[in-house]
């Protein structure tokens, strides 16, 4: 079976640096990709890792071991826009894209 | 404007109903999905087809049914057999669905039991 495990919930202040990480457990993993979701919209893909290390696009970077069954979404120079919940996603020998528990982003002031 | 168009925003269902979603999207993807949002909870997977005229069951598929007659259209039915129906549902595409793409999103309908 697929699992993908994050933080519930997580909080920060405007400007600062956040990391919001994934652990999953996979058969055939494919690959670690990175969803946003302002409340009550539709999710839109922000990064994806097939290899292990970093990724970097604009203010937000993701990183995959696959030996540690791990990856994290960083997230610069924060935003109040930043609030939203994310979600990492790993597709898998079975060819449909499962997602973790999501983790509701708070940016403070 | 290429995108994908779930109809309508909000839904409610009556005790023993069936209802439709309608999912369509003129990216010319092959693959399509549909998941299920429960407040604060992820997405849960309910039935994805990959081409027109096959689909496979998600997670969740008990109570729900699909169709896949057109590439651009793929609806989903929750059945009066999902007892517990109400939900925030997405619909997806992908370029081929091999598990590791892309997924762009619909907006999304709000199913309520009335």
């Known amino acids: 079976g697929q699992s993908l495990e994050q933080p519930s919930e997580v909080t920060a202040v405007e400007g600062a640096i956040v990391q919001i990480n994934c652990t999953y457990q996979t058969s055939g993993f494919y690959g670690l990709s990175w969803y946003q979701q302002h409340d009550g919209g539709a999710p839109t893909f922000l990064s994806y890792n097939a290899l292990d290390g970093l990724e970097e696009t604009g203010r937000f970077s993701s990183f995959l071991s696959r030996s540690d069954s791990y990856g994290y979404l960083l997230l610069q120079e924060l935003q109040m826009k930043d609030s939203a919940s994310y979600f990492c996603a790993s597709g898998g020998a079975t060819n449909k894209l499962i997602f973790g528990t999501g983790t509701l982003l708070a940016v403070q002031p | 404007d290429g995108g994908i168009t779930q109809s309508p925003k909000y839904l409610f269902r009556k005790e023993g109903q069936n209802v439709t979603l309608s999912c369509e999207q003129n990216l010319n993807h092959d693959a399509m999905y549909w998941y299920r949002q429960d407040p604060g909870q992820g997405l849960r997977l309910i039935y994805y087809?990959?081409?027109?005229?096959?689909?496979q069951k998600g997670d969740i598929a008990e109570g729900y049914s699909v169709s896949r007659e057109k590439k651009e259209s793929f609806p989903l039915t929750v059945t009066s057999a999902q007892k517990n129906p109400t939900a925030f549902y997405l619909c997806?595409?992908?370029?081929?669905?091999?598990?590791?793409?892309?997924?762009?999103f619909g907006s999304g309908t709000q199913l309520s039991v009335l």
């Open positions: 997806a595409s992908s370029i081929l669905g091999q598990g590791n793409e892309k997924l762009f």
């Open positions: 087809s990959q081409i027109v005229n096959d689909f």
